[in-house]
Nanobody, 127 residues
Framework: QVHLVESGGGSVQAGGSLRLSCKAD????????MAWFRQAPGKEREGVAA????????YYADSVKGRFAITQDNAENTVYLHMNSLKPEDSAMYYC????????????????????WGQGTQVSVSS
């Protein structure tokens, strides 16, 4: 099972930017779906963005479209989440997730699609 490690979280003011990184270990597969989820206190975990790492397909939650971008660097076995124009409601623990299957357009945001998870990195946005 792939091992994932997130980094890059922190505290920023509203309107600021952060870049999260998710590095996979040597068993990272080139044909799979990688995603970012987030969970705020008292709320359910929600899918934020996903990328099919063998191609260019990306998926985003409506709440982050136009502000966040998910990219990959296969040479580094790393997926990034570029977060711009951050809002206080973006504050949450962010988790990286991996699936050995392609992203499914109608299901990429479902937790059960993924079999590997990172430990999470905290993002706090102040107003």
């Amino acid at each position: 099972q792939v091992h994932l490690v997130e980094s890059g979280g922190g505290s920023v003011q509203a309107g600021g930017s952060l870049r999260l990184s998710c590095k996979a270990d040597e068993y990272f597969l080139s044909t799979n779906c990688m995603a970012w989820f987030r969970q705020a206190p008292g709320k359910e975990r929600e899918g934020v963005a996903a990328i099919y790492t063998a191609g260019t397909l990306t998926y985003y939650a409506d709440s982050v479209k136009g502000r966040f971008a998910i990219t990959q660097d296969n040479a580094e076995n790393t997926v990034y989440l570029h977060m711009n124009s951050l809002k206080p409601e973006d504050s949450a623990m962010y988790y990286c997730a991996a699936s050995s299957f392609r992203c499914r357009p109608g299901a990429w945001y479902e937790e059960h699609e993924y079999t590997a998870w990172g430990q999470g990195t905290q993002v706090s946005v102040s107003s």
